[in-house]
């Protein structure tokens, strides 16, 4: 497809400005306020210490999973999610965050939302370095499973980049679609496995199409390094649900690129 | 190219907005390729052929097509109909303050624009100094740019627009850039660049800065061409077609 | 189309080696070379870097002294002479495949002039049966521009008179004029809507350089050979333009209020015809 290799290059060609840009985005978003960079691991302590509060505490749910404290099983989930949640909402307001990337030069637009999914990333990867930190703290020792966390690190962000291309280019055409996206996205993190072991649903069909929640996948996989020992090719059912996955969700962003690219600089 | 060296043709170049309902009517249609029900035609069936190191004023109303046909030249729009081939780097001195990344420092916008326009780093190496002397910013040059007034921001986009070696100039005239000498430096850097033969386009609604700059004068009206010739000619034209209401 | 999918892909991507070749044997300097945007856009060269030296290592160009780079043989033999006056031609209603094939079924002459001549005019008439009224306009200045080039003064500014012919017919206003029929808009908004029409300035710049071969029989012959759905202009009116822009009188202002007396009084001969 042309498409895809228009897209590749770009992003070769690109790639200095993109990883200014992405810098320069991770910046803007704490720069500003007092405490700055700390915000950064403020938010998501205080998410992750709400959950845990409302479900162990509160609704004494938590139990250990698989041996491991609840909390641990909790935070493996929990961080990658913050990137994912983070991409999900800012890839897709992405190029209208950057209009004047499109309306005023020459850019390429097919490289601005990774732009935004880059940015996070990098974010990402602090706050999954201090998880693994509070994995030893609390006594679990590095092991070799720990290698497939920078597997599942490379897959989310993939993924998580098809899909800000897509949404990107959606939310320019329509401000309806980019609310969608900002109310689906909590739907998508309860349905997904990151409070609850999706494998202990009781309901066949539903655990299938829990299974191929892009979330699920990556949670499960951060799961299995971590916790379960699992190898990733022990697991093919997530795996091939990933493949599926992000197989459909390129060809969606191509496909909606190549329709809308034209059009784009003419509705900003 | 060929041996006449064109530095920008267009050839029956159409640019319609589809009007829709809604946005939603307007992705629908464009995901599923439906013809829009109305369009507006911004520029309709132009045809121009501008050899390299030509300087040709471009008159017409607001609303003529003009800005529309400007976007197309430096890429930032594309034609529903028909050709827009350039040839060379274009400079456009028409939104100074645009593509700023706001966090990076005024040196460091200099790269990065350089770099989006497609001028190489060591060349850009090359004109920093001359960039950095022509902008007058002193020591914000190492500060982001979001701390610039506008006024400063012209000056800086000014001054790299300017330096970069383009070989297709294009200015608007309406854009105030600073001071009254600011603006002298502005005027006398630009006859600088035509002197070393770049193509030059020029927007304005003064006659008398079209015939100082210029020799062929091409007038706009309703998304068409409705003259071109040589500069006095055209000014006259252009001053003499009466403004119906 | 008479090709196959993996001839047209052959085609395409000799087509856009030889415009590309063209390019970088006037611009040497690879590393100081701002690449055009339309390669991309009608080329499909995305990265134009990577394809120049892609170029290199096929050995259409080799390095010389100081970054420049030569064409061999080999390039210069890719540069066909007809890729680059197709290209240079510019048609947006006729493609590469089109002309190539074309060529295959010209007997006699199979210059590039007579294939895009035979061509374009098999195009004009598709348009026309579509009703594409600007299409055929413009197909008549390529026509007319392209008998100029051969030297067929009067073949040439038949055409030129035809482009002139469906300039001033305010064919734009088709679908105003089928509105106002329809009552879907007032007398008082359709005349409103009449923005003139426009003569292009490289239609007026075709006639004046052919002036000289111009005959009555000539404008007989241009007016009313060919149906357009509107006419805004009379026969009289039609040699009256002719006469003006031959003799450098031509008023913008005079000619425009012509017009809209024209249009105004083809809108009262609709509103009579709709009693």
Known sequence: MSVLNEVIRAHLHYRKQLFKLAKSDLVKTYKGAALGWAWAFIQPMITIFTYYFAIAVGLRSGKPVNGCPYFLYLISGMIPWFYMSGTFTGGAGSIRHYRYLVTKIRYPVCTIPTIVSTSKLMINGVLTVVMLSIFVACGYRPTIYWLQIPIYFLMMYLFFTAWALFAGMLSVMSKDFLHLVQSVKMMLFWMSGILYNVDKVNNHTIRTILKFNPITIVATGYRHSLINKVWIWEDLVTLRNYVIVYVVMVALALWVYKRLIKDIPDVL | ?245 | MKQKFSEKRKIWRDYARAIFLNYISGHPKLNATTYPAYFQQELGISDSHSYAKKMIRQGYLAWQEDDCVALTERGQAAIAEDYMRFFDFASPYVTIYDFLDERERMEEDTSFEATMLSLLLKQMKVRKAEGDDQSVKNIHFDIGALYEGLGYQEDALHHYLMTLYYDISGMEYYDLLVAYVAKKVSRGEAQESFDGVCVEPRVMEGLLRLKEVCTPAMLDKAFGSETIRVNLCSRKDFNALVEDIFNGAYEYDTWMDRFRANFAAMLSYYAKKKR
């Open chain 2, 1 to 245: 190219m060929s041996e006449k060296e064109i530095a920008i043709q267009l050839k029956n170049v159409s640019k319609k907005f589809a009007l829709f309902k809604s946005e939603n009517a307007r992705l629908k249609a464009m995901l599923l390729r439906k013809k829009p029900e109305k369009e507006k035609i911004a520029l309709n069936n132009v045809s121009l052929e501008i050899p390299r190191g030509e300087s040709v004023a471009l008159f017409g109303r607001n609303g003529a097509g003009k800005s529309t046909l400007l976007k197309m030249i430096t890429g930032v729009i594309y034609p529903t109909v028909g050709y827009v081939r350039v040839n060379g780097r274009v400079s456009a001195l028409l939104e100074l303050s645009a593509g700023f990344d706001p966090e990076l420092t005024g040196r460091e916008n200099i790269y990065f624009r350089g770099q989006i326009m497609g001028v190489s780093k060591a060349e850009i190496r090359e004109l920093e100094g001359e960039i950095i002397d022509f902008a007058e910013l002193g020591d914000y040059m190492d500060q982001p740019v979001r701390t610039y007034s506008s006024g400063m921001r012209a000056r800086l986009g000014f001054a790299i627009n300017a330096s970069i070696r383009p070989d297709i100039l294009i200015v608007d005239e309406a854009l105030s850039v600073g001071d009254k000498i600011f603006r002298k430096k502005c005027n006398a850097k630009v006859r600088e660049v035509l002197n070393n033969g770049t193509t030059f386009l020029f927007v304005t609604h003064s006659l008398a800065s079209a015939k100082s700059f210029c020799k062929r004068g091409v007038v706009m009206r309703h998304g068409q061409i409705v003259y071109d010739g040589d500069i006095d000619s055209a000014a006259d034209f252009y001053d003499r077609m009466r403004i119906e209401s």
